[in-house]
């Protein structure tokens, strides 16, 4: 800790969560520990009234989401802000965009893929493709679409190696849709996550941004980033002074993503896993949307 402190000019390094942000001198946390964390640290934000950045998940369990829900409306205010950063993404605003003027006509499918180079934690399953790294699927087309997801299925092709294989995901929505995600966390040639939103009139599609193309020896070649913290750099800064306006003014980001949010997604990926170890459509059902939420 102290020497990663060192790195990143930090004053202070501590061994427990709960004591730092009981501290008078903090008055904002950003929590980015392992997912189990999640909610229980954002609990004890709350309980100390400290509006908190927490990475995404909110929590792999929709139960631990619906306890850190039942804290800040008993406060009647929201603390938490999640790390749902692709809403900040220049490529997805645009998306949004093209659907919210009418330019693209009504919304008919979703086609979407996300690839790590390899897998970002040693104990990654494919069931953790639909919990830890899907969620951010799950949160950016809920809010592209502006719709809430009705059933999923899941899939794993066969690896050769032992490596974790790919998981495809097919969703319906409320509003008819149909949406399909591969997350493949071990593609090997680089981070590359995409999106395609098709219309009744016509299609947008994102694209990875390269600033350079090189000519060379009869080739040209682009780069791709080697994770998520190069191509989403810009996302993550306008998330974070998003979440510091929220801490100065008291005022939910409009973009942001809320516990609700976190709910959902938890919901969403919880159904997405029974599906791929059951091998069969699952329903998913929520709870009504609570009033501090609406
Ligand atoms: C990781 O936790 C992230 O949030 C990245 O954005 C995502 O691409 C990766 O798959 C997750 O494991």
């Known amino acids: 800790a102290r020497g990663i402190a060192d790195t990143y000019s930090a004053i202070d390094v501590a061994t427990d969560p709960e004591t730092v942000i009981a501290r008078s001198d903090v008055d904002a946390v950003v929590v980015a520990s392992p ?3 999640h909610a229980p640290l954002s609990k ?3 309980a100390a009234g400290k509006k908190v950045l927490c990475e995404k998940p909110l929590s792999q369990s929709p139960q631990d989401c619906l306890s850190v829900m039942e804290a800040e409306q008993s406060e ?6 999640l790390g749902f950063m692709r809403r900040y993404d220049t490529s997805y605003i645009e998306m949004k965009e093209a659907l919210s003027n009418g330019s693209l006509g009504r919304a008919l499918m979703m086609h979407n893929f996300h690839r790590n180079v390899e897998t970002p934690a040693s ?3 494919g069931a953790m493709a639909i919990t830890n790294s899907a969620p951010h699927e799950f949160d950016v087309i809920r809010h592209v679409l502006e719709t809430e997801f009705t059933a999923i299925s899941a899939w794993q092709p066969r690896r050769t190696d032992a490596l974790v294989a790919p998981v495809v995901m097919v969703l319906e929505t409320s509003d008819g849709q149909i949406v399909n995600i591969e997350v493949n966390n071990n593609a090997a040639y680089g981070y590359d996550v995409r999106a395609e939103l098709v219309g009744e009139n016509g299609s947008i599609s994102t ?3 390269a600033y350079t193309r090189l000519d060379l020896g ?3 070649s682009t780069r791709y980033d080697a994770d998520w913290r190069s191509r ?6 306008r998330q974070n002074r998003d979440f510091l306006k929220f801490v100065e003014s008291g005022q939910f980001p409009e973009i942001g993503s809320d516990c609700w949010d976190g709910y959902c997604a938890a919901v969403v990926a919880k159904a997405g896993a029974k599906a791929l170890n059951d091998s069969c459509k699952v329903a998913i059902k929520m709870i009504a949307k609570p009033e501090l939420y609406l």
């Open 35 to 37: 997912d189990f964390t």
């Open 44 to 46: 004890a934000c709350i």
């Open 76 to 81: 009647g205010a929201k603390f938490v802000q």
């Open 123 to 125: 104990d990654f399953s």
């Open 207 to 209: 694209n990875n941004v």
């Open 218 to 220: 009869l080739q040209n």
């Open 232 to 237: 989403y750099e810009g996302a993550y800064c």
